[in-house]
């Protein structure tokens, strides 16, 4: 079973296919989220990036030292 080229998936998108129900989604042109670290000082810090309500895209930066505890017996 051969494909012709109207039948072939596409890898592109364009924004101009997009209808207007579809614009109110669009999480999927968002960063995915980066984990960095635990560097040299035990500091890991998490880049996030998300849409509020009123569609306008902002970044969260969490910077958090992690310690690993150890239990004496």
Request: hydrophobic residues 35%.
């Amino acid at each position: 079973m051969e494909l012709d080229a109207s039948q072939a998936p596409t890898s592109k998108f364009w924004l101009r296919d997009l209808e207007e129900d579809d614009a109110g989604d669009m999480d999927f042109f968002l960063l995915p989220r980066m984990v960095i670290g635990p560097d040299e000082n035990s500091l890991k810090k998490v880049i996030e990036y998300w849409y509020n309500d009123d569609g306008n895209k902002f970044k969260i930066t969490t910077t958090t030292r992690t310690r690993k505890a150890t239990h004496k017996t």
